[in-house]
């Protein structure tokens, strides 16, 4: 029986208080809880898994990696956003009842508090990994020899690409690059009679060239603005340094232009991209003890306040770096590893359109089933079969090591009609897309660019197969991109399946998205945004509140990475107070606040946090018994719903419906990686009560996958009958 029967089971109504329960005005903005500072709390969360014991050391310092990122991430989009409408005179109140200005003051406030605790923890972790081997070094502490041969690797593999920039009349302050590391030098020049200057250089950590430098075969490193600080000799001979300060700058990264009257998307893009690199600057953080007079002069050169844009840190720069040290190889300071599995109905080696045909739909779990032979095999049996006829699919992110396009290009150069709605405006991913477009053009596949105004954010590909019946369509819809690297570290689902009403609706839908006519098209099963998708979830979440009228239990489940859509947080609000059971699984953003007295004592919210980013989608509806699951690549916020071509779909068979019931009760259940939101909006972390609650979700369905695979044989490739006496001619 499942959990969803047992949790309604559990809790029967109650009987009615003897006081008057409270009136909650919905219109009122303690209801809705504000979108950054809910996502900062989920950064916080990110932090405490830095700050567990029970968290390999290694991985401790990649969490310490990852919230130095989110926090880049969250200045140059959110906090950009939030200064351009406060400079356009915005004082229009969100739902919570905040200026723009407001939602910045209170964000600075969190994220300072957040600084200092990752700063401690960075001390920490540190001090821990020095037990096993692992040491920063200041380039202080080492012998003549090991900084003869550091100075000797700087000078014959860095120094050439340095260039110091001097900032004086004769030179105007140099252009800062977005999350560049820069050393502000202090010299005192002796041929100009003791004259004092200031230089710039820009620390060139890149791709190729590491932040921390190995010293010698040893586990031990220097970074590199340390070396360089200590030889400024090479870069400015003969001058005598009297400082050398560390600052890193963060620019806005919101320079999207309306597409409306753009007659060239892709030149509109690529001008956007140029833009964003000299877009404003909204955060500057400095080394601790940075010279007021050069702090107030940084500011004032860059545009900021200098009171509240400007960060200075308790230890190092640029923590996003740590993901060098976080890959240092020493298993036991790491997960156990985990290889993804194939899917137990996809280790039959027959063609994968003929186990779809014959065997029915299947559901994958990422990471936890393999990305590769799984929807890379899709892709690439369709583009060598020859019965294939037309290949179509959205593509918001994929990578370089993702074989997504080479399949593609493979159709395109087999004589197969491929079609793929490119998303140019992913965020940060504009100009990879740009390439990833070219490249397919050139080899001939049809590239658009989506509907005009709507981000195209959907996860859907379509094969059109010409089967011995006749036309047959096969569908893969996720909840993820087409990412290979994102699908080894994102928990994400997938359906594949030949249904035909699916497949007829995923016609219609890549008819809208190649011309962008007909909006108001007719869908059976898929609930595609932004026309159908939220107009059904309001509906089914009214029908379960019938369902209570009624007498009947009801119950909604939701798994999502954000919850900020006013409408749907007012309706789930309205579903517990009328006795529906609502359990939201929200990995970051959530407006909704469970547990107020007489509104949402039925209503519950969890986070998951852990080794693998939570990226799944799932929507729950209990309807009277007549159960309904959907998966789909669309959160409940107002972009999603509203202004993004978003692809929602039903799971309908029970066989694939027991992993979803298992995932949500799994979560819901989990007592090691959630996190519970208490009525005042704040998250307190589940405690362990036992040994056997010990296990993380994630681990728990790590488990899992591998148990259902030891459970299924490798079945071998179907030998066809002898063909006897048949005429062969």
Not at 193 to 211: E, F, H, M, Q, S
Not at 685 to 711: G, T, Y
Request: hydrophobic letters at 35%; charged letters at 30%; aromatic letters at 8%.
């Amino acid at each position: 029986m499942s959990e969803a029967h047992d949790i309604i089971q559990e809790e029967q109504p109650e009987a009615a208080p003897s006081v008057a329960p409270q009136v909650w005005d919905l219109d009122s903005p303690e209801l809705y809880l504000n979108r950054e500072l809910t996502w900062l709390s989920f950064n916080e969360r990110v932090l405490h898994e830095a700050e567990d014991s029970r968290t390999p050391l290694l991985e401790r310092v990649k969490f310490l990696a990852i919230v130095s990122s989110n926090l880049d991430e969250f200045f140059m989009k959110r906090i950009g956003g939030l200064k351009q409408q406060a400079g356009a005179g915005m004082t229009k109140l969100t739902v919570d009842g905040r200026t723009p200005q407001d939602q910045i003051r209170s964000s600075y406030e969190v994220v300072r508090s957040m600084e200092a605790h990752k700063d401690a923890l960075l001390l920490e972790v540190l001090s821990q990994l020095q037990e096993h081997g692992i040491c920063i070094r200041t380039y202080a502490d080492l012998d003549d020899e090991e900084r003869r041969v550091l100075r000797d690797y700087y000078r014959r593999n860095i120094f050439p690409l340095v260039t110091p920039q001097s900032i004086d009349p004769a030179h105007p302050f140099p252009f800062i690059s977005n999350l560049s590391l820069n050393l502000l030098v202090t010299v005192r020049d002796p041929s100009k009679n003791g004259k004092i200057a200031l230089t710039r250089i820009k620390v060139p950590v890149a791709r190729d060239i590491p932040r921390f430098l190995p010293v010698g075969e040893s586990s031990h490193f220097v970074r590199l603005d340390d070396v360089m600080a200590n030889n400024l000799d090479m870069l400015l001979p003969e001058m005598e340094v009297l400082s050398c300060e560390l600052f890193r700058v963060t620019r806005n990264a919101n320079t999207e232009r309306s597409e409306e009257h753009a007659e060239d998307l892709l030149s509109m893009i690529e001008s956007e991209l140029r833009e964003r690199r000299f877009a404003p600057i909204v955060r500057m953080e400095i080394e601790g003890g940075m010279d007021p007079v050069h702090r107030g002069m940084l500011a004032a050169e860059l545009g900021l306040n200098e009171q509240d844009d400007v960060f200075e840190a308790g230890s190092w720069l640029s923590m996003t770096d740590l993901f060098e040290i976080a890959s240092v190889k020493v298993p036991e300071l790491h997960y156990a590893p985990h290889e993804p599995l194939d899917h137990p109905d996809l280790r039959d080696s027959r063609s994968i359109f003929y186990i779809i045909r014959d065997e029915g739909p299947v559901l994958l779990q990422h990471p936890y089933e393999s990305f590769a032979n799984s929807v890379e095999r899709f892709l690439k049996e369709a583009s060598e079969d020859p019965k294939v006829r037309a290949i179509k699919m959205t593509l918001y992110r994929t990578s370089g090591e993702s074989k997504v396009v080479d399949y593609l290009v493979r159709a395109a150069r087999n004589a197969k009609q491929v079609a793929v709605v490119v998303e140019l405006k992913a965020r940060f991913d504009e100009a990879a897309n740009i390439r990833w477009a070219e490249r397919m053009e050139e080899a001939g596949i049809h590239v658009t660019f989506g509907v005009v105004g709507f981000k195209t954010h959907s996860k859907i590909i379509l094969v059109v197969r010409r089967d011995y019946s006749g036309i047959q369509r096969y569908m893969h819809i996720g909840t993820g991109n087409y990412h290979a690297g994102t699908a080894r570290l994102y928990a994400d689902l997938g359906l594949l399946t030949n249904d035909e009403a699916i497949g007829q609706d995923a016609t219609e839908l890549f008819n809208y998205l190649t011309t962008g006519y007909t909006p108001e098209r007719r869908y059976t099963k898929l609930l595609p945004s932004p026309r159908v998708l939220k107009r059904a979830l309001l509906e089914k979440i009214q029908r379960e509140r019938e369902w209570v009228r009624q007498g009947q239990q009801a119950l909604i489940q939701l798994k999502m990475n954000a919850l900020e859509d006013v409408d749907i947080t007012r309706a789930l609000y309205e579903a517990t107070r009328d006795g529906v059971r609502v359990d939201l699984i929200v990995r970051d953003t959530c407006r909704f606040r469970p547990g107020l007295p007489g509104l949402s004592e039925r209503g519950r919210v969890i986070s998951i946090v852990g080794r693998f980013l939570e990226h799944t989608r799932i929507y729950y509806f209990r309807n009277g018994g007549d159960e309904e699951y959907f998966i789909g690549s669309a959160d409940c916020m107002s972009r999603n719903l509203e202004s993004r071509v978003e692809v929602v779909t039903p799971v309908e068979l029970p066989a694939l419906r027991e992993p979803l019931r298992n995932v949500l009760d799994v979560q819901i259940n989990d007592q090691r990686g959630a996190w519970e939101m208490q009525p005042d909006g704040s998250y307190v972390q589940r405690i362990p009560r036992n040994e056997s609650e010990q296990e993380h979700c994630q681990e728990r369905l790590i488990r899992q996958a591998h148990e259902r695979l030891e459970k299924t044989p490798r079945v071998q490739k179907r030998r066809r009958p002898p063909l006897g006496g048949r005429n062969l001619r």
